[in-house]
């Protein structure tokens, strides 16, 4: 079933033949697992072989006996570590994004539909830094993933985050020694997962330039309203925000009201591209508004203007997000539109 | 990988250092009985160190302070060898390798030194066999070894505690490895000679007779309970005053003691084996008795076989005497099982004119006796009349048996014959042989076993140290050497019954001459049960596994039958990963393998898209596949969702053409 496509240009050894996912799944299928006695495994069979030896000369039945009985447990290892791996699925889950020069994370689930346990599963990629976290359904987290019968769980590798852009999961080596450290049982998945690397924020970035919008007036740094000045009061409906509520006049009349008329004015600003001094180059610019971005914190209101791209003013957690991602793969698009 | 290297480097936690402590001193433990008690207390030592750094949570040694303690110990293993001229050499090893398996537990700080350790500590336990194999410690090895396994186990996957039954787990992995563990017992091949052979004497001292008989030798064991040899003899149960198992001939008589043949050599030619035997036997002489013999380490050459042996077999290098004596080539320093048969009497032997000498030599002295000798010769002219005069002597004068015989003076025939009158068979065998001796005719003093306990439920003889007995043989002109024992005329109930019976109440405090007799059947059944231990597991040997391959119709020779016996065990290994369940609707499995062809062509299904959108989008972008695409879709969708019951096999061997074709455009 190899086709001219996949073998003509490199052909790649059987072993590294990708194992992409089927419905968003890689199943550990018996054809895609391989296991090797670790070097734990070979010292076992050396010390069988002076055990057999020991046993040989001195002719001690007991000695057989023992020998051989470790034997079968070897050979019975063998089967435990391939049944610990088998038939598992992993399915990508979601990455942690990270600035540059750090860490990006990418997570796996993995799940195991079968009714036994399994132990001790590990997840690699080539290049990767340490800190492999497994976490199970109930949240215990160990170097290493443990998931009971029928039971899922995640298993995150992270890769140095060496440059701004995309880094996409590289081949994930999954394995385990379970019982005895024998044997490694392993196999590879190849998932379509990736990570966004922010620009690493410049460390002694000027403070942000408030350039105020027109329309904006001298009221952009002022506090939260008050219950106290009140345009207007009205009985509340279901739906209403909860800050929307006047909770002391609620408290005073006793019954639920919603403040209406003017919101509190979020004061608001936009990160220009343009206007970073000429001097900086490309990595520093977006450095140094991501630096911006950061600092900007949930009270203001921002929007972001880079060559091509521009998010308009907004807040919270998903915008500030959407400004990161636009930073971090400019000059390509990022796929949502900004603005929250 | 990095994974490995860390996960080897992680550090040990304070419980699991308990349990590597409590399994190597569980594992050392036994040791104890074999060990010389300076060298166990080194052990002890070195482990009460490690335990007490454990207890108080103190930080381990320094790597010079180990450094100095390998080097004493490789010092006093040195200084021990030296001492004992190297007959210590196995001990030693096993204490120096027990001594530097605790000094890494003294440096174990990570998991791979814990590894090692768990790995030297089932080492260890095999070591344990080397001195003997008893029963108690096949069950001891079991029980630890499965706890070291399980430590081991914990070591490598803490996680597991509590998410996993750790013992079914390894229960489970011991019933699969079973069938490989009986297959290689049974099949493996066992070398008929060692390899290499590390000295090892016997520092504890066994009870057994020595090569020199003199007043007092044999009577020492006379208490000794410890089992000297097991014996399943074939045919009818014989008496007991059949049961004479002769080990060895003495002729050099000192006047003290009796010694063997000085400057003769003792070893003779090679024995005949058994089936060999039938033929050197006289027409018409006394019947023949075949028989096996499972014998105890006695750290002497010397066999035992019943009265007078013709042939042997077994595993072992065998020699025969000129005077019947059966020797091993080398001490007997563990258990041995051999075949052997016997005729009960005289074999046509010749007496050469130099042993008539010899059978006749006597040191000086004991004036009355060799006058009492001297009178016999002048009236009875038969050799066979003086022999009936002496055992009269024994028989009516007050002679006694007795335990604890009083002390002889200076010339020990004249003083034990007219003087104390009480003495045990040594004393008899001695004064009887130096009597015919001085009356001319030639005699011998033989050593051995006489007697044996049966043992109705194992169906053999038991044996003891208790049972050692002298007696005596003479030369009769046409019937050759003649077995006489004199202490059968001074007390018959020994021979028919064991010194037990004789001693009982007098002498002998625990006779089990008044044992109740359900605690006797119980001791028989425990003693048939260890019997049957030693037979079939501990003596499973290169010639019984040649026997089962024979008895089982096996043509092939040891290691084909081991080969094939893998072979086919791996073969079985096989058939639950051949068995596995396959997607059982072959519908869903074509479409699956559809959908997996795609995927390798980038045309990757989502967990969303149901077949027909699937399809649409991989018309799109694959169009040098489109139409096979779309035939193999409208296919599928039709006889999965648009006809009711199973499709016909027709139907879906065009769908898997569908897929062919599909597969042959991609291409």
């Known amino acids: ?340 | 990988m990095s994974t490995m290297t860390t996960l080897n480097k992680r550090p040990i936690a304070h419980e699991e250092h308990g349990l590597l402590i409590g399994q190597l001193a569980l594992v050392l433990a036994p040791q104890a009985r074999t060990l010389p008690v300076s060298v166990s207390a080194l052990l002890v030592l070195l482990l009460a160190w490690r335990w007490l750094l454990w207890r108080r949570r103190a930080p381990l040694p320094s790597r010079i302070l180990l450094g100095i303690c390998a080097l004493l110990v490789m010092m006093l293993a040195g200084a021990l060898t030296w001492q004992t001229g190297g007959s210590l050499g196995r001990d030693v090893a096993v204490a120096m390798l027990g001594a530097f398996v605790i000094l890494k537990l003294l440096e174990c700080r990570a998991l791979s030194d814990a590894t090692l350790v768990t790995q030297l500590s089932l080492y260890l336990l095999l070591t344990l066999y080397l001195s003997d194999q008893p029963f108690w410690l096949a069950l001891y090895s079991v029980a630890i070894g499965a706890w070291v396994l399980r430590n081991w186990l914990l070591l490598h996957h803490p996680e597991v505690r509590g998410r996993l039954a750790i013992w079914p787990l390894l229960g489970r992995m011991a019933l699969i490895g079973l069938p490989w563990a009986v297959l290689l017992f049974v099949l493996f091949p066992r070398l008929e000679h060692p390899l290499w052979h590390l000295p090892q004497g016997d520092p504890v001292g066994r009870t057994g007779m020595s090569d020199t008989l003199r007043p007092g030798s044999i009577g020492e064991l006379i208490l000794s309970p410890e089992v000297a040899l097991r014996a399943d003899i074939e045919g009818p149960r014989l008496p007991a005053s059949a049961l004479y198992w002769r080990a060895f001939v003495l002729w050099y008589y000192d006047g003290a003691a009796w010694h063997p043949n000085e400057g003769q050599p003792r070893y003779g030619r090679d024995a005949p084996p058994v089936e060999a035997a039938a033929a050197n036997l006289a027409d018409g002489a006394a019947p023949a008795v075949d028989y096996s013999v499972t014998m105890e380490p006695s750290q002497h050459a010397w066999l035992f076989l019943l009265d007078r042996g013709v042939g042997i077999s077994g595993g072992l290098r065998t020699m025969m005497s000129s005077d019947g004596e059966f020797f091993a080539r080398e001490p007997v320093d563990r258990r041995v099982r051999y075949r052997a048969r016997s005729t009960l009497g005289a074999t046509g032997e010749t007496l050469s004119p130099v042993q008539r000498v010899r059978a006749l030599a006597l040191p000086p002295g004991n004036p009355r006796s060799r006058e009492l000798a001297a009178g016999w010769a002048q009236r009875y002219a038969s050799p066979a009349d003086r022999v009936q005069a002496a055992l009269r002597l024994f028989a009516a004068a007050p002679f006694a048996y007795t335990l604890k015989p009083p002390p002889l003076g200076g010339e020990q025939v004249d003083s034990f014959l007219f003087d104390t009158r009480r003495g045990f068979c040594e004393h008899y065998a001695t004064s009887f042989v130096f009597l015919m001796r001085a009356a001319g005719v030639p005699a011998r003093v033989v050593v051995g076993y006489q007697g044996g306990e049966y043992n109705p439920i194992g169906n053999n003889y038991i044996v003891r140290q208790a049972d050692a007995h002298a007696w005596a043989e003479v030369w009769l002109a046409g019937r050759g050497w003649v077995r006489v024992d004199p202490t059968a005329a001074i007390a018959p109930e020994r021979i028919e019954s064991g010194a037990d019976a004789v001693l009982a109440g007098s002498d002998l405090e625990s006779s089990r001459a008044h044992e109740a007799r359900w605690l006797r059947e119980l001791r028989w059944g425990v003693d048939g049960l260890v019997y049957s231990w030693q037979r079939w597991v501990l003596q499973y040997d290169r010639t019984r596994q040649a026997k089962l391959l024979q008895d089982l119709g096996v043509t092939a020779s040891v290691p084909q039958a081991l080969m094939l016996g893998l072979a086919m065990l791996s073969l079985l290994v096989l058939v639950p990963l051949l068995r596995r369940p396959r997607e059982r609707d072959p519908l869903v499995a074509l479409h699956g393998r559809f959908c997996r062809l795609l995927a390798r062509h980038g045309c990757e299904r989502a967990a969303s898209e149901g077949p027909r959108d699937f399809a649409a989008r991989a018309v799109q972008t694959l169009p040098q596949a489109a139409p096979a695409v779309q035939a193999f879709a409208d296919r599928y969708v039709r006889l999965r969702y648009g006809t009711p019951g199973a499709p016909a096999k027709a139907e879906l061997a065009a769908l898997r053409q569908a897929l062919r074709a599909l597969a042959k455009s991609l291409r």
């Open chain 1, 1 to 340: 079933m190899q086709t001219a496509q996949a073998a003509a240009p490199t052909r790649r050894f059987w072993r590294l033949r990708p194992r992409l996912p089927v419905d968003g799944a890689v199943t550990l299928d018996r054809r895609n697992l391989y296991i090797l006695p670790t070097r734990g495994g070979l010292g076992f069979g050396l010390l069988l072989l002076t055990m057999l030896m020991t046993s040989l000369n001195y002719d001690l039945s007991l000695g057989f006996a023992l020998t051989f009985l470790l034997s079968g447990m070897g050979m019975a290892c063998m089967w435990m570590a391939y049944r610990n791996m088998l038939d598992l699925t992993v399915t990508a889950a979601g990455a942690d994004n990270g600035f540059a020069g750090q860490r990006v994370g990418l997570r796996l689930r993995v799940h195991n539909a079968e009714t036994g346990a399994r132990i001790g599963i590990e997840a690699a990629v080539r290049g990767g830094v340490d800190g492999v976290d497994g976490v199970d359904d109930v949240g215990r987290r160990e170097s290493s993933l443990t998931l009971d019968g029928d039971g899922s769980g995640l298993l995150a590798v992270y890769l140095p985050a060496t440059r701004r852009g995309r880094v996409s999961l590289p081949r994930v080596t999954l394995s385990s020694r379970f019982p005895f450290g024998l044997f490694r049982v392993w196999s590879y998945a190849d998932l379509p997962l990736s990570a966004l690397v922010y620009p690493a924020p410049e460390a002694a970035a000027p403070p942000a330039p408030v350039a105020m919008r027109d329309d904006e007036d001298g009221s952009a740094g002022a506090s939260l309203a008050s219950d106290d000045d009140i345009d207007s009061l009205r009985r509340y409906r279901p739906g209403d925000p909860l800050h929307r509520i006047a909770w002391k006049h609620s408290a005073r009349t006793g019954r639920w009201l919603t403040r209406t008329g003017h919101t509190p004015r979020q004061p608001s600003c936009w990160l220009d591209w343009h206007t970073l001094p000429a001097v900086l180059g490309t990595e520093l610019r977006l450095s140094r508004l991501c630096a911006w971005v950061l600092a900007a914190g949930d009270g203001v209101e921002l929007g972001l203007r880079l060559p091509g791209v521009e998010i308009a003013p907004g807040h919270g957690a998903a915008h500030r997000r959407a400004c990161l991602e636009a930073l971090a793969l400019w000059p390509e698009k990022p796929r949502t539109s900004g603005g929250a």
